[in-house]
């Protein structure tokens, strides 16, 4: 049974930054970081192959968010950095069972999801 904790959401003013992180139990290979705001869908924010050497980001948050894993504490992250109101959102972590290619942007491409952490950015 995989199970996804995540963590490090919280109040922040815009330009300043917070490290998420998701805790994973379990077998997973993909991994990402979607998330939600209010009224809208879940849309993809970073990902990063089981083998860890490739990552993929929204255009959204290139060159501010960085996403990393650490293997052997089976836990990935999320750096964000120069944070704006539009990051304000319930953020997600996701995992895969298969172990892709390459980094899947689309919700379907997940199969085991955290119960998400709320990043709040004021202007």
């Known amino acids: 049974q995989v199970q996804l904790v995540e963590s490090g959401g919280g109040l922040v003013q815009a330009g300043g930054s917070l490290r998420l992180s998701c805790a994973a139990s379990?077998?997973?290979?993909?991994m990402g970081w979607f998330r939600q705001a209010p009224g809208k869908e879940r849309e993809f924010v970073a990902g990063i192959r089981w083998t860890g050497d490739i990552t993929n980001y929204a255009d959204s948050v290139k060159g501010r968010f960085a996403i990393s894993k650490d293997n052997a504490k089976k836990t990935l992250f999320l750096q964000m950095n120069n944070l704006e109101p539009e990051d304000t959102a319930v953020y997600f972590c996701?995992?895969?069972?298969?172990?892709?290619?390459?980094?899947?942007?689309?919700?379907?491409?997940?199969?085991?999801w955290g119960q998400g952490t709320q990043v709040t950015v004021s202007s």
């Open positions: 996701a995992a895969s069972k298969v172990p892709y290619m390459v980094v899947v942007t689309a919700t379907p491409g997940y199969d085991y």
């Open positions: 379990g077998r997973t290979f993909n």
